[in-house]
């Protein structure tokens, strides 16, 4: 993950992108790739902190970023389960790797874009781009 991201001003930093990646690494790169963007980014490292941002109401969450297999309660299935069942309307992106997605995507289909690991930031950003963007119309 080594791209440089572009400069946009379509991005103009007033989404915010809360990103959930129980790996620390993978998770400052893609949020440093995506403040760079000008999104506004918070980060958790398991659902558990993820559900604990949600719940405040005086954050605005535009689009989870989520892996899939993390430790803890539950995982970014479980997440994004929670999610549709209490912030109706939110964007998630979920992350993984395509087998483990097709073991669990049937009862979830309708719950949004997945991405494969390892993903390129650019194909990050594009897909919160696209996500934002069918909100807005």
């Not at 918070?42 to 719940?55: C, F, G, K, M, P």
């Not at 209490?86 to 992350?95: C, D, E, M, S």
């Not at 097709?102 to 919160?128: F, H, T, W």
């Amino acid at each position: 993950m080594t791209s440089t991201p572009p400069r946009s001003e379509s991005t103009a930093g007033a989404e915010t992108v809360l990103v959930v990646d129980d790996e620390v690494l993978i998770r400052m790169v893609i949020s440093e790739y995506l403040r760079d963007c000008g999104y506004k980014v918070i980060e958790a490292a398991n659902a558990d902190e993820a559900i604990l941002l949600l719940q405040q109401e005086e954050l605005t969450i535009d689009v989870v970023f989520t892996d899939i297999e993390m430790p803890g309660s539950m995982d970014g299935w479980g997440l994004s389960r929670w999610i549709r069942a209490n912030r109706q309307g939110l964007h998630v992106i979920l992350v993984g790797s395509p087998a483990h997605a097709a073991n669990a995507a049937g009862e979830l289909c309708e719950s949004g874009p997945m991405l494969s690991k390892p993903y390129e930031p650019q194909a990050v950003l594009d897909r919160i781009k696209r996500l934002l963007a069918e909100r807005h119309k």
